[in-house]
């Protein structure tokens, strides 16, 4: 039996979702300061076109305006995660671990890892060589030549070992989205989707599947 909880809400604005992260993440740190039980999750869905800043983003990475947000149908949100801005809309399986890292006996680090290497497994499904960076985290593609792009953003906050936010992986994302951001603060590397290296258009709901899978083999009951 696994630790956690499986949400699958759909397509959900991000507020909303936003929202739904904090109470589990808030519950799961009251439950950790005085010693009780709270559910952990594992959120998988999608979200309408949104951009998100994390704390320590630049701003010069936004070049979108007001009007622009306007008629490209999209909004936008300065929020708690790690990381600069990034995009989250149709065709992108969103996940949000809302995980006790203490309960599985590991670091900050050793979970970046292991949502990476839930990714790389995932779209190894589809015929994709997924890696990771020596300089950000996230999946790439070609992560160490000069056609490297990236497939999965990753971006996290952790505290008391209690984590929330987490990856964006493009699945039949519209990569246009993209032109309007310096994506994660990078202007020298691409954005890609499994559409894109592969010509498929799996569902997101098919994907979230494939990918559960995997996280569970790597986030297993102590």
Not at 22 to 29: E, R
Not at 80 to 86: A, I, K
Not at 180 to 195: A, L, Q
């Amino acid at each position: 039996m696994r630790p956690y909880e499986i949400i699958k809400p759909g397509l959900v604005d991000y507020k909303e979702a936003w929202d739904m992260q904090k109470q589990i993440f808030n519950d799961l740190i009251a439950s950790k300061k005085d010693g009780t039980s709270s559910p952990m999750a594992l959120i998988l869905l999608e979200h309408p076109h949104v951009y998100t800043m994390g704390i320590h983003g630049n701003q010069n990475n936004i070049l979108f305006s007001p009007d622009l947000l306007k008629r490209i149908d999209a909004s936008f949100y300065n929020i708690e995660r790690g990381g600069d801005v990034t995009y989250h809309g149709p065709g992108q399986l969103v996940g949000y671990p809302i995980l006790d890292l203490e309960y599985f006996k590991i670091g900050i680090k050793e979970y970046i890892r292991r949502i990476e290497e839930a990714v790389i497994k995932t779209i190894a499904h589809y015929g994709i060589k997924g890696d990771i960076s020596k300089n950000a985290v996230g999946v790439w593609i070609d992560s160490e030549t000069p056609q490297a792009r990236k497939i999965c953003a990753i971006g996290v906050k952790v505290s008391r070992f209690a984590t929330m936010h987490g990856f964006a992986l493009n699945v039949t994302t519209d990569l246009d989205y993209y032109r309007y951001i310096n994506p994660c603060g990078f202007i020298d590397k691409g954005v890609t989707s499994i559409e894109k290296e592969t010509g498929l258009r799996p569902s997101v709901d098919e994907v979230s599947n494939v990918f559960q899978k995997h996280f569970e083999e790597l986030f297993k009951k102590c």
